[in-house]
């Protein structure tokens, strides 16, 4: 299994952007699929963006396509996910997953970061 750190959290103004790393341990990196999901206060986790191994196909939910951008570098066994033109219902803990399948829901994940903050303040 793969260890993933998330990294880049914090508190913006809304418009603002804001880049997200989540660093992962293990040789195996570029073998996974990779996902970011959110978590507001009360509400299920939501998928936000996936990426396959390769970095060639990317899917996103329609509540941020346009303005969030998932990518990833195999060589430094990072996957980030870029923001931009943040709202205030943005607001969230952001977690990255890994798992085998390009896939939206949690349950396709094997793996899981504890979290990043995000803050939109209007």
């Known amino acids: 299994q793969v260890q993933l750190v998330e990294s880049g959290g914090g508190l913006v103004q809304a418009g603002g952007s804001l880049r997200l790393s989540c660093a992962a341990s293990g040789r195996t990196f570029s073998s996974y699929a990779m996902g970011w999901f959110r978590q507001a206060p009360g509400k299920e986790r939501e998928f936000l963006a996936a990426?396959?191994?390769?970095?060639?196909?990317?899917y996103y939910a329609d509540s941020v396509k346009g303005r969030f951008t998932i990518s990833r570098d195999n060589a430094k066994n990072t996957v980030y996910l870029q923001m931009n033109s943040l709202k205030p219902d943005d607001a969230a803990v952001y977690y990255c997953?890994?798992?085998?399948?390009?896939?939206?829901?949690?349950?396709?994940?094997?793996?899981w970061g504890q979290g990043t903050q995000v803050t939109v303040s209007s």
């Open positions: 990426i396959n191994w390769s970095g060639s196909i990317t």
């Open positions: 997953a890994a798992g085998h399948t390009l896939g939206i829901h949690t349950y396709e994940y094997r793996s």
